[in-house]
């Protein structure tokens, strides 16, 4: 028993199995690329302000080499519910795990 297939149905089949391929590799690309900047698994810390400190001293020592401060310091306020940029001496803060 023979079957018979025509071009076009073989066209369709390939583009078909091409079509599927890029997509999952377009997926595979996305789900990589959601994991975020921070490490899995890092949790954050807390952090206890002592006298003389600023905001953007803490957030410089928990800003990781090359990262913007300013962006640790939105994550600082958010994390610890900040509405400002004042702290006070013994005020625990949570800061993000600097991976």
Do not use: C, K, Y
């Amino acid at each position: 028993m023979t079957i018979s297939t025509n071009t076009p149905a073989r066209v369709v089949v390939l583009l078909t199995a091409v079509a599927l391929a890029l997509l999952l590799l377009l997926v595979g690309t996305v789900a990589a690329n959601t994991g975020g900047d921070q490490a899995p698994n890092a949790a954050p810390v807390a952090h206890t302000v002592r006298a003389g400190e600023t905001l953007w001293d803490i957030a410089a020592d928990h800003t990781p080499a090359g990262d913007d401060v300013r962006d640790t310091i939105h994550d600082i306020r958010r994390l610890s519910g900040l509405e400002g940029s004042l702290i006070f001496p013994g005020q625990v803060l949570t800061v993000p795990a600097s991976g």
